[in-house]
């Protein structure tokens, strides 16, 4: 979860490779009323994300079924929009990939993304609620490369649920990985 630009897309498609487990791209969930309006400019309130959201987690919900896990590329951007994602999957993980306006300001100036201009940054930024206490997450930051990033996630998991998630690295190829980056 995090602002676009935040590497959603990037780390989680990582990740499902990574862990041999399905991936989905929220962002190819939007129905077209949410993309023109973005396209044209304008953030989405809570009324256009809500539907988007249900139909996100139950797409993970199916794909988790299938394989035991998944992973999502999502903005869940407040706990209003997370909880919508728990309705469905009480047992959700999230991931915040977080990063400073400034930094991600960067990195957006240098894409095309199909629908989201640079222009909405700062409404993600003012709609974001960074994950409470009380949520199950994990808050990793954008900084370092993808790749140690995602290392850093699979040890979290792996430590946190006490095993190596579905068809992880072992730890000798978690050495490997961490030389590589």
């Given amino acids: 979860m995090g602002v676009s630009g935040s590497g959603k897309s990037t780390i989680a498609r990582m990740l499902a490779i990574e862990l041999h487990v399905p991936f989905v791209e929220a962002d190819d969930l939007h129905p077209t009323e949410n993309k023109d309006r973005m396209r044209q400019g304008l953030p989405l309130d809570d009324e256009h994300r809500r539907p988007w959201l249900r139909t996100v987690a139950e797409h993970l919900q199916v794909a988790a079924i299938e ?7 999502c ?3 407040k706990r209003a ?4 994602l728990r309705e469905v999957i009480p047992s959700v993980f999230f991931v ?3 990063g400073r306006q400034d930094e991600i300001a960067e990195r957006i100036s240098d894409r ?3 629908f989201m201009p640079a ?9 974001l609620e960074a994950p409470g206490d009380d949520e199950e997450h994990l808050k990793v930051s954008i900084s370092p490369a993808p790749a140690q990033i995602v290392f850093e996630i699979v ?12 068809g992880a690295l072992s730890d000798s190829d978690h050495a490997g990985l961490r030389r590589t980056v």
């Fill in 112 to 114: 095309k993304h199909e």
């Fill in 75 to 77: 903005s869940a951007l």
């Fill in 81 to 84: 929009h997370r909880d919508v």
């Fill in 155 to 166: 040890a979290h998991l792996s430590s946190r649920f006490g095993r190596t998630p579905h």
């Fill in 119 to 127: 222009s909405l940054l700062g409404s993600q930024f003012d709609a």
């Fill in 67 to 73: 394989q035991g896990t998944a992973v999502a590329a």
């Fill in 96 to 98: 915040y990939l977080a």
